[in-house]
């Protein structure tokens, strides 16, 4: 779901195999360890927006 909505960019490792990058993940958790209550509801409200 992150990655559906652009959370988190994706990358393959040389051997081919799928995950995320670095930064991204990193970014990710400075957002939710700073974000406020107002930021999470509206992210999540845009979320299940895109979703559908």
Do not use: D, Y
Not at 21 to 32: D, I
Not at 39 to 48: D, F, G, P, W
């Amino acid at each position: 779901m992150l990655i559906a909505n652009g959370h988190l960019i994706p990358a393959e490792n040389p051997a081919g195999r799928a995950g995320v990058t670095t930064a991204s993940v990193e970014a990710e958790q400075t957002w939710r360890a700073n974000a406020t209550i107002r930021a999470r509801s509206a992210r999540c409200l845009k979320n299940t927006i895109n979703w559908f």
